[in-house]
């Protein structure tokens, strides 16, 4: 096991490369299951975890998959069952129920266990069963050796629907997609999520054949197509803003300045205008943002929000920015119940935060101090790297595997911006 140690107090200076979004590559990976006309072959897919849980999932329900290099797989899926893919792979991580919406689309059927992933308070999947419900599905919950599963089945394939969300949910929004590509006629959803994955997934479905129009607007419209006549493709999935804000918000921490390269600016709007009313220059090109300090940074208010709002993906991240910035500032998580779980460490790092309920008042301003503290989860994980980068002294980060999950090469890439940053085993 290893841990990330950070001797903190050194503006970042440079440029950083940005990769693939995790969250578009994985529901990308499980749609590659509807392709039985020909191979899927998908480029600039970060070298995480969570890429490679996904991968080795559809592996073990049949699909071929080669790595042709460290973001590139090749993935022949004509051979893929229903089966129940080892619980050990889908407790992992959240998007492996996309295996829901992905089999059903093709089969008419599908079984998976409750899926994994960051604890943000309940994660309930009551949407995504009313969708595919909505589809003429019959879903009830089964369990088995693995445990409690999920088991969708319809008599005779999907068949398309209305599908009115009373939420917004990235996650139903796009298993009705996997579901409904192949189904028989016409679906349509409203209050449809719009986060870029959606529009990536529509594209990547459209890439292969299938009709899917409006995605990135609240209404979505999926005119289901024949199986046979999604054909292999090669597709390249798009850059991720999270990983991009989040180096966006070390830069700005740390008082330093860095090109952030291979971005789409568009994509990160919510995140850099927050930061411009905090003080952080921001100068867009058009595949790169560059941030700067020019002056002392200042408090704002944030409420998370689904995307065009600031994404919840980012709030740990700029919780530590509210710390080093002037003033009191409120951060308010719109998004997820129960997503001030790291705020403890940020404590003993000295932060002063108050919490209630969805809401923080972070009084900024006074010097982070190095500690040793946890990953709690993946955004949280990325938080603490933020704040050790910012604190005076040494921080030690535990936990690592979370971070692993979604960010590819964070030592090496900050690193290459001047930090001094290393991973080291815990027995050392
Ligand atoms: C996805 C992202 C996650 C991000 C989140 C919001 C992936 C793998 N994960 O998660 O990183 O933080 O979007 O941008 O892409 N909800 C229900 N019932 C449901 C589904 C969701 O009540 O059936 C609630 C959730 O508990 C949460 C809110 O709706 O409070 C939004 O969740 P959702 O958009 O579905 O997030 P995920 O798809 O799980």
């Known amino acids: 096991m290893e841990k990330i140690v950070i001797n903190g107090g050194k503006p970042l200076n ?18 590659s299951i509807l392709v039985t006309n020909g191979v899927s072959v998908l480029e600039n897919l970060p070298a995480v975890k ?3 849980l996904s991968l080795e999932i559809i592996e073990s329900l049949g699909a071929k998959v080669e790595r042709i290099d460290r973001h590139t797989a090749r993935i022949d899926a004509t051979s893929v069952k229903v089966a129940e893919p080892p619980a050990s792979l889908v407790r992992k991580m959240r998007a492996s129920y996309y295996l829901l919406g992905a089999e059903l689309g093709r089969f008419g059927e599908a079984v998976v266990q409750y899926p994994g992933g960051c604890d ?28 409690k599963c ?48 959606i529009v990536d997934l529509a594209n990547f479905l459209n890439t292969c054949g299938a009709k899917v129009m409006g995605a990135g607007t609240p209404t979505i419209k999926i005119t289901g197509v024949d199986k046979n006549e999604l054909h292999g493709c090669t597709y390249t999935v798009v850059p991720d803003m999270i990983e ?10 740390t008082g330093g300045k860095v090109l952030i390269k291979n971005v789409i600016p568009k994509h990160l709007e919510a995140t850099s205008t ?48 509210m710390c080093v910035a002037q003033g009191v500032s409120k951060l308010i998580e719109g998004v997820f119940d129960n997503r001030f779980q790291y705020v403890d460490q940020l404590r003993n790092m000295g932060a002063s935060i108050e ?26 994980g990325a938080a603490m790297v933020i704040a050790g980068l910012a604190a005076q002294g040494k921080t030690e980060i535990e936990n690592i595997n979370y971070i692993n999950r979604g960010y590819e090469d964070i030592v090496e890439k900050l690193l290459a911006v001047g930090a001094d940053i290393s991973l080291v085993n815990i027995e050392d």
């Open 14 to 31: 440079g440029e950083i490369e940005i990769g693939g979004m995790k969250n578009g590559a994985l529901p990308i990976i499980f749609a």
């Open 50 to 52: 969570d890429i490679d």
């Open 120 to 147: 943000f308070g309940g994660r309930p999947i009551d949407r995504h069963i009313k969708g595919f419900e909505t589809l003429g599905a019959t879903v009830t919950e089964t369990f088995s050796e693995s445990g």
């Open 150 to 197: 999920v088991r969708a089945v319809t008599e005779d394939g999907v068949v398309g629907a209305n599908i009115f969300f009373d939420d917004v949910s990235v996650g139903a929004t796009i298993n009705v997609m996997l579901a409904a590509a192949t189904a028989k006629g016409l679906t349509i959803i409203e209050n449809a999520a719009r986060e870029p994955h």
């Open 244 to 253: 991009a804000g989040t180096y966006m918000v070390a830069a700005a921490a």
């Open 274 to 321: 927050k930061l411009a009313e905090m003080g952080v220059k921001i100068v867009e090109n058009d595949d790169s943002v560059e941030v700067s300090v020019p002056s002392e940074l200042t408090a704002t208010n944030i409420k998370t929000l689904p995307y065009p709002g600031i994404p919840t993906d980012m709030q740990p991240q700029f919780c530590v920015l």
């Open 355 to 380: 919490v209630n309920g969805r809401v923080a008042t972070i009084s900024g301003g006074s010097p982070l101090y190095g500690a040793s503290v946890n990953a709690s989860d993946l955004r949280a």
